[in-house]
């Protein structure tokens, strides 16, 4: 059983800083792609940055320059540094991982339980 534990999130003032983060666990022999997503109300949900396993990073556009991914391979943790939030920014966040279960076997997509990001003043 492979489980994905967000923390962090919560109610910040425009300009403000949150940082998110998700760890891993259960039968994992290996992890592909990290990342988060988030969801706001009435939209639908969007890729904000992803981390693969080779290092590669992406970033929505309009994260670009605010948001920063890390991601520690040995604790398969990731984490996302949320700096100038802008009440834009506020939506329910998803950590999402490519996990693969055994040597050889595919990979499968799990996610996290969402953390609620709220930007305002």
């Known amino acids: 059983q492979v489980q994905l534990v967000e923390s962090g999130g919560g109610l910040v003032q425009p300009g403000g800083s949150l940082r998110l983060s998700c760890a891993a666990s259960g039968s994992i022999f290996s992890i592909n792609t990290m990342g988060w997503y988030r969801q706001a109300p009435g939209k639908q949900r969007e890729l904000v940055a992803a981390?693969?396993?080779?290092?590669?990073?992406y970033y929505a556009d309009s994260v670009k320059g605010r948001f920063t991914i890390s991601r520690d391979n040995d604790k398969n943790t990731v984490t996302l540094q949320m700096n100038s939030l802008k009440p834009e920014d506020t939506a329910v966040y998803y950590c999402?991982?490519?996990?693969?279960?055994?040597?050889?076997?595919?990979?499968?997509?799990?996610w996290g339980q969402g953390t609620q990001v709220t930007v305002s003043s």
């Open positions: 999402n991982a490519r996990i693969r279960l055994l040597a050889g076997g595919l990979t499968s997509n799990y």
């Open positions: 981390n693969s396993s080779g290092g590669s990073t």
